[in-house]
């Protein structure tokens, strides 16, 4: 989530100020799914007997379907986010999948009237979907915030599920500090504006370059042209920047969206390093 001023504070339609060590960030990415191979026909014969299935002689046994992209990778989306003066707004993040029942998202996605990162259970609802890479896609996994965890150190929060995920592979912790040039991919359901705002309908993907290293965060600069679709707009706050080895079916979390400038400007992300609070996530989500 970010705004024009350079600082992604924004849900949705507004601005979210946060008081935190690296500012305000938001998230969001894209990729199309396949549908697993048809398994093959029983044909019935006449006279009500059954005929010996003969379509898969001569052929190994069938293909098992391909296991999901990025599988880990997380929608947040809330309705009702009182506004001071009553009524309320829209908003959203992203996130990652952590453990079955646990997503990593950035701090200031959870806050009060005062656009301060509060923990414990949301003031409002929200609505997370992990899964999926367009939200046209079957299959998936909803389920509701129901408790916040905020880091101590950086824009970072845990934030519990409402039901467990099963059937999804949860991407792994970075434990060691990152590197000046190491790449990261990048992945995130945010706003394809900085300006006119809303979540996008998919995924979007992007590869970045570690151009700096402080204490608690990341910076990381766009790798060739930047474009809404590539890189961190509004709403993108929490979104995962991370490794893979093995073709985007399992990752690692090297960091998340914080602050970065107006999209598609260029410009180094601020990303919040996930190695320094490593073993304060597994301690909460344990």
Not at 73 to 98: F, H
Not at 107 to 135: A, E, N, Q
Not at 177 to 195: C, D, K, N
Not at 251 to 256: E, K, M, N, Q
Request: aromatic share 4%.
């Amino acid at each position: 989530m970010r705004t024009p001023s350079d600082r992604r504070r924004r849900f949705r339609a507004r601005s979210v100020v946060v008081a935190v060590l690296v500012g305000a960030g938001a998230a969001f990415a894209h990729t199309v799914t396949g549908l697993p191979a048809p398994g093959p026909v029983l044909a019935a014969g006449s006279g009500g007997h059954s005929l010996p299935d003969t379509s898969a002689l001569g052929r190994g046994p069938a293909a098992a379907p391909p296991p999901p992209i990025l599988p880990f990778n997380a929608k947040l989306t809330s309705a009702d986010i009182p506004v001071p003066g009553g009524g309320v707004r829209d908003g959203a993040c992203s996130g990652s999948l952590v453990a079955p029942q646990w997503v990593v998202t950035a701090g200031h996605c959870f806050h009060d009237l005062k656009d301060v990162r509060i923990g414990g259970r949301p003031r409002y609802t929200m609505t997370v979907t992990i899964g999926r890479l367009k939200d046209s896609d079957p299959g998936g996994h909803t389920a509701e915030v129901v408790d916040v965890r905020q880091s101590p150190v950086n824009d970072l929060a845990v934030a519990k599920l409402s039901t467990p995920v099963t059937g999804l592979t949860p991407v792994e912790l970075a434990d060691t500090r990152p590197s000046v040039g190491e790449e990261l991919q990048f992945a995130g359901w945010g706003s394809h504006s900085a300006t006119v705002l809303g979540p996008s309908d998919h995924l979007k993907r992007g590869r970045f370059r570690v151009s700096g290293i402080a204490e608690a965060t990341l910076e990381a600069l766009p790798i060739g042209t930047r474009t809404v679709d590539n890189g961190p707009c509004p709403e993108d706050s929490g979104g995962p920047f991370f490794t893979s080895t093995d073709d985007d079916h399992t990752g690692r979390l090297v960091a998340i969206v914080n602050t970065g400038p107006p999209c598609p400007q260029p410009g180094a992300e601020t990303i919040a390093r996930v190695d320094v609070v490593a073993d304060w996530i597994r301690a909460q989500i344990g």
